[in-house]
């Protein structure tokens, strides 16, 4: 067999894989979601799909490698839907905490426009994704600001324990853990939502709840 047949064959095998998993799909979106961290938001969002029983060729988790701040975040959803523009949706996760292209990188969304009218969101959290998990046990509007250089989302894991002492980034079980506590938490997210349409500042927010409603009534 030449070396023309086996590329031909290689060809036709790739092409047959990527229809098989196509046909795997179910009848709903099909969603791109690239998270800021690495472990604890996409083990929470896994965690939450797994839940919902939503199947894994259709919500898909890439990794953001490109770097750690919020625009790297959008840089990295974008590089990956325009690999494969059948996304329905892309979600980009991301902190503001103290982070300099936080602002950068909502304009970037706000400004891009994706391949067959795919939607490109932001889901952010203020000052991290730790204030969602804390919404699952307390409403707060209390600010996180801590002095200098230091972290604000240090201050918001340090409240956090308070309810979940042995809590650490990537906790892999961190859905689980909150699991029964979710309707409080879009409860009170959609609160602070409503707070903060007159409060004049932004933290803490979060509207994470928006993505996990999205997701619980995919299926519908």
Known sequence: MGTDDLFHKRKERKAESLHRGKAMRAPYDVVLIVCEGSKSEPNYFKGLKDSLR????????????????????V????????????????????????HATYA?????????????????????????????VLLHYIYTTTSFCAAGNDSNCALVISKLKTYIPDYEKGN?????????????????????????KTSGTDNPSTNIHELVEYLMNLKK
Do not use: M
């Open 104 to 132: 950068s990188a909502l304009d970037k969304i706000r400004s891009t426009r994706l391949k067959n009218g795919a939607e490109l969101h932001a889901i952010t959290s203020i000052p991290c994704f730790e204030i969602w």
């Open 54 to 73: 939503l199947s894994s060729a259709n919500i898909i988790f890439a990794d953001n490698t490109t770097g750690s701040d919020p625009l790297s975040v």
């Open 172 to 196: 892999r079980n961190i859905f689980k853990t909150v699991e029964r506590k979710l309707p409080d938490a879009l409860t009170r997210a959609n609160q602070l939502e409503e707070f903060h």
């Open 75 to 98: 840089n990295a959803a974008i590089k990956e839907f325009n690999k494969d523009p059948s996304y329905d949706r892309v979600y980009c996760v991301f902190d503001k905490d103290k």
